[in-house]
């Protein structure tokens, strides 16, 4: 079965001062490899949609500002307003108590709770992942979609290098080229809409 994830996002000690928390995002999408903290979808096939959510609410928010680093999380939108201003505890330091909450993707623990099946969906590991799974919506068949067309180009780039063996027809390199060419033009066009 394939992994989650395969590499847990660390965020750097980053203090300097900030108008607004979206002025972080630069930053964490280095920190988060391009990819949404939560269902790990790559920002790659909708750049524009990729936000700055405050992993602790910022309605809850007493003792970190709402541009504080250390509670910023790369997220895709479907995540971030799936999320919004849901919090388990009535503690702003608790972020999940009796199998209900979240856990910070940064948190090497988050792996633990949710499992990639063969056929691409995300599905929950335990009961505390059930409950994310849920309020994150992961159900949502974008993220089964995105993560097997990543699978998918290696495949084909793979396919278009072995139309370049010699015992391979004329016609049918032609034909595979030509698709290959359709292919990365309709995703490179998709990327920038
Ligand atoms: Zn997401």
Redesign the pocket.
């Given at each position: 079965m394939p992994s989650f994830r395969d590499h847990t996002p660390k965020r750097r000690n980053i203090t300097r001062a900030v108008t607004t928390h979206r002025d972080h995002k630069p930053d964490l999408k280095i920190d988060f490899i391009s990819k949404?903290g939560?269902?790990n979808?790559s920002d790659t096939w909708k750049i524009t949609y990729y936000e700055v959510d405050h992993f602790i609410p910022e309605a809850i928010l007493t003792i970190k500002t709402n541009t504080d680093y250390s509670n910023l999380v790369y997220?895709?939108r479907?995540?971030n307003n799936a999320k919004r201003k849901k919090w388990a505890t009535d503690d702003e330091n608790v972020p999940n108590r009796n199998d209900q909450g979240f856990i910070d993707p940064c948190d090497d623990d988050y792996l633990n709770h949710f499992i990639r099946k063969d056929t691409g969906e995300i599905q929950f590991n335990t009961k505390l992942g059930e409950w994310m799974y849920y309020a994150l919506k992961l159900y949502k068949p974008q993220h089964q979609v995105i993560w097997n067309l990543e699978q998918l180009e290696p495949v084909i780039t793979e396919i278009k290098a072995l139309a370049e063996d010699e015992k391979v027809k004329p016609e049918i390199k032609e034909w595979i080229i030509q698709t290959y060419d359709k292919y990365t033009d309709y995703i490179n066009q998709w990327r920038s809409l």
């Open positions: 949404c939560y269902c979808a997220s895709c479907s995540c």
